[in-house]
Each structure stands twice: as C-alpha cells, then as structure tokens.
C-alpha cells in the first residue's frame, strides 16, 4: 500500500505560488508528524516545514519563513505545503514525510518545483 503521494509540483515563475499535496493513507495518518523536504540538483535532502499531528504546531526553515504554509486537513487525510513569492532556489524535488512514534519516518515519491522565467 502506497503510504504517501505526493501532487501539484510543477514549472512557475518568480514570484509565483504552488500548493503541494499530499495524500496519507489511513495507517499512516497516526504518526506523530509530517513535513515536507526538499532536494535540489548536487544537494543534500533539507527539511522545509513540520506540522505535529496533535495540536498542529508548525515549523520552518528560515529561507522559507514567511512564504511556505504547512497545513494538515485530518477529514482528508491531507497535508498540504502552500508556497508563495517563489525564487529560483526553491527548485527542487520536494518530498512528503511522515515520522511515526517509533521514529520510523515515511517517505513519498517526490513532486518537481522548477521556478524559472
């Protein structure tokens, strides 16, 4: 069973926005958090934002403060990562996560962001 798939990566320009999804199966929904990471070309796999499942506080990386919105939608099983005033180096492969309470971490496919003109 597929735990997490990612969607809605795809080609804008600078400045534009994107909203990525991600679908977690019901197994998967219990874990203690999810985030998103990206990787870009030549560089280390880098955390982007966590929400925690119980309460839904957040976390960010400082390059994306104030522009990338972690959010979770349990009726959906859903976790999504709105992303506006993208720069070129927010291009990368950007992954969904899950880290059960056994610290087992879960990871999708991964979505393309490439932010060109």
């Known amino acids: 069973q597929v735990q997490l798939v990612e969607s809605g990566g795809g080609l804008v320009q600078p400045g534009g926005t994107l909203r990525l999804s991600c679908a977690v199966s019901r197994s998967t929904w219990r874990s203690y958090s999810f985030s998103w990471y990206r990787q870009a070309p030549g560089q280390e796999r880098e955390l982007v934002a966590t929400i925690i499942n119980a309460g839904g506080s957040t976390n960010y990386a400082d390059s994306v403060k104030g522009r990338f919105t972690i959010s979770s939608d349990s009726d959906k099983n859903m976790v999504y990562l709105q992303m506006n005033s993208l720069k070129p180096e927010d291009t990368a492969v950007y992954y969904c996560?899950?880290?059960?309470?056994?610290?087992?971490?879960?990871w999708g496919q991964g979505t393309q962001v490439t932010v060109s003109s």
């Open positions: 996560n899950a880290r059960t309470f056994y610290r087992v971490d879960v």
